[in-house]
């Protein structure tokens, strides 16, 4: 079998595609009928691959030698003015030819491929196009099965096949191999890379990570990098974010190298199957026109932002992920990649005595919490412990502790109240600095002349994929020290509540002269008497 198992058959995979000079040579005996097979390695499991016969092998009379013609169902792909004219040539007999450069013998036939692989690769692309679009019947279409123990791809045999040239396609993609019968099978070795999808948030900084905190009603933005290959079929962006999440569906914009993706080759629908056929538990779903995907003639990044609200539903100090797949071809899935959102919670402990521990709990303090923002500052606004939003900007900054009660409730400001553990929490907090102002001391007790402040803050853990909360707070002596809470203490004692006044002291003062006034004048009447 000397001459036909050298090359007989010219292979285009999903790409493969047809050989430079479509002679080839026979054997000294015909062929066997349906005896050829096509194998293909490296297969992405799961994927579908079609496999298309464009041309037949024919004997020659003359020994040794054998020739393609067009197989009938490709007959209008080829005609004159049709897009398989652009690449080969039908003599009168009936015989094709690639129209690249023609070797001069076999043994340079590789070589040549090589040399038109971008017109193969066109040739292949639009080949596969057009079976689609003219529902060409494929000889034989199989599924990928899974991956062999330890392997993460698959083997696909297509058997019985008639000798000619083959086209094979998927919808992961387009990589064009080029290849040569060197026997009864040809082993076509699949280099598409299956792709993949890449979602970040965008910190306060401005920039994207993995990773990002927020406060509730903040809306957060989120970018994922779709990896597409090129000529893909089948692409579809599955999002499922947790209920802490709101999705702004309006807000959803779909970019290519800056530049808009027309809307018309996507299209966002509420739902779909995340997790598996039939489930609908996806936030939203964005499915791609074939002939946008297989359209793009190189590996292309397409960018999907979007943004979404931390809602009440967020709970502290844990994370709101957000997940996305791709799916593509034949309902191959990608990986997903996810983000995670944080909302972090405080807790303020109303003591008096040694330390919060120890002490006596307090109830009754009267409390806001505020900070800076432009034109002033803002006073927290909270409901059922969780943050709602803040308040206008107010301008007065100074003497706080001099304002009474109903100053801050007039600005909007949520007043909390400790309850009888001394106790009070707010949730949904993004990392920053604030300030706790007593504004209404327990009865007894004295209330504070000055604010607490504290900070929010977080550090990535978990191999950059995780925050950690921090609160710190800086002492007496101006170092910063890391607190688990809030720790305000009250003292009993001679100061009066501060309204501008000199408290108790007066009293003392005029009391000790009163006394001294006393002693003086009843020793003068003594001394008059005894006279």
Request: proline share 1%; net charge negative.
């Amino acid at each position: 079998m000397k001459g036909i198992r050298k090359l007989l058959t010219g292979i285009l995979a999903a790409t493969m595609v047809m050989a430079t000079s479509i002679t080839a040579f026979a054997t000294e005996t015909t062929p066997a009928t349906n005896a050829g097979e096509v194998t293909i390695d490296n297969a992405i499991p799961n994927q579908e691959y079609k496999l298309y016969k464009l041309f037949d092998f024919e004997n020659a009379d003359v020994e040794g030698q054998g020739v393609y013609k067009i197989t009938s169902e490709w007959a209008d792909f080829f005609e004159e003015g049709a897009p398989g004219a652009e690449y080969i040539t039908v003599d009168a007999n009936g015989y094709v030819q690639w129209k690249g450069e023609q070797p001069n013998n076999t043994d340079n036939r590789k070589d040549v491929l090589d040399a038109n692989v971008g017109d193969a690769q066109e040739f292949a692309q639009a080949a596969l196009a057009y079976a689609k679009a003219n529902k060409i019947k494929a000889v034989d279409t199989k599924t990928a099965g899974a991956a062999a123990e330890g392997q993460d791809r698959a083997v696909v045999k297509f058997a019985g096949l008639g000798y000619g040239y083959y086209l094979v396609g998927s919808g992961a993609g387009a990589l064009v191999g080029l290849n040569t019968l060197t026997g009864d099978e040809v082993t076509i070795h699949e280099k598409n890379d299956t792709p993949t999808v890449d979602k970040e948030v965008k910190e306060d900084s401005g920039d994207y990570q993995k990773q990002n905190d927020a406060e509730i009603g903040q809306v957060v933005e989120y970018r994922t990098t779709i990896h597409a290959k090129a000529h893909g079929t089948g692409y579809k962006l599955y999002d499922k974010m947790d209920e802490g999440l709101t999705f702004n569906a309006k807000s959803v914009n779909v970019t290519v190298g800056g530049e808009d993706v027309a809307k018309d080759n996507w299209e966002l629908t509420s739902g779909g199957d995340y997790t598996a056929e039939g489930s609908n538990d996806a936030t939203f779903t964005i499915t791609f026109t074939d002939a946008y995907t297989q359209g793009l003639a190189t590996d292309t990044d397409i960018v999907v932002t979007y943004t979404a609200t931390v809602n009440n539903k967020a709970v502290k100090n844990v994370a709101l992920t957000n997940k996305t797949l791709i799916e593509f071809g034949n309902k191959t899935r990608s990986e997903e990649s996810f983000t995670r959102t944080y909302a972090w919670g405080i807790k303020v402990v109303k003591y008096t005595g040694k330390n919060a521990e120890e002490g006596t709990k307090l109830e009754g303090a009267k409390f806001v919490i505020y900070k800076a923002v432009d034109g002033g500052i803002a006073y927290a606004q909270v409901a059922n412990g969780k943050l709602t939003g803040w308040t206008a900007a107010d301008s007065t900054t100074e003497n706080l502790s001099n304002l009474d009660l109903s100053y801050f409730e007039g600005k909007g400001a949520t007043v909390f109240t400790s309850d009888a553990n001394g106790e009070i929490s707010v949730d949904g907090l993004d990392a920053d600095s604030y300030s706790l102002l007593e504004v209404v001391a327990p009865v007894g007790y004295n209330k504070l002349t000055s604010a607490v402040n504290f900070v929010v803050k977080s550090t990535v853990a978990t191999a950059g994929k995780t925050l950690e909360n921090e609160l710190t707070q800086v002492d007496d002596d101006g170092k910063v020290i890391d607190i688990k809470e809030i720790d305000v203490q009250n003292n009993a004692g001679s100061l009066l509540p501060s309204t501008g006044g000199i408290g108790t002291t007066i009293f003392y003062v005029v009391g000790g002269l009163l006394i001294v006034a006393g002693v003086a004048y009843f020793m003068l009447r003594r001394k008059v008497d005894a006279e």
